[in-house]
Nanobody, 124 residues
Framework: QVQLVESGGGLVQAGGSLRLSCAAS????????MGWFRQAPGKERELVAA????????YYADSVKGRFTISRDNANNTVYLHMNSLKPEDTAVYYC?????????????????WGQGTQVTVSS
């Protein structure tokens, strides 16, 4: 199995940028489909970006398309979420997750391993 630890969250003004990191241990990230989810208070946890294990296909939620980029660094066993042009509605706890499936799934139920989450707060 794999252990996931997120970092890089914080407070940023609208229009700013952050880079979230998800460091994996136990297994290499290249053997999993990786996803970044977020959960705002009172809302469901939603998938915002994912990268598939098999061919590296990526997924982005419509709300972040063109602003967020997911990437995978196999050498450092880390997955990143680059977030640009941040908006107050991006405020949430962001979670890194891994699934043994070959392709990304939108449902959180399909992901086997989770990090502890990192808070992102965007001020207006």
């Amino acid at each position: 199995q794999v252990q996931l630890v997120e970092s890089g969250g914080g407070l940023v003004q609208a229009g700013g940028s952050l880079r979230l990191s998800c460091a994996a241990s136990g297994r290499t990230v290249s053997t999993y489909t990786m996803g970044w989810f977020r959960q705002a208070p009172g809302k469901e946890r939603e998938l915002v970006a994912a990268i598939s294990r098999s061919v590296g296909s990526t997924y982005y939620a419509d709300s972040v398309k063109g602003r967020f980029t997911i990437s995978r660094d196999n050498a450092n066993n880390t997955v990143y979420l680059h977030m640009n042009s941040l908006k107050p509605e991006d405020t949430a706890v962001y979670y890194c997750a891994a699934t043994r499936l070959s392709f990304y799934e939108l449902s959180r139920l399909k992901y086997d391993y989770w990090g502890q989450g990192t808070q992102v707060t965007v001020s207006s």
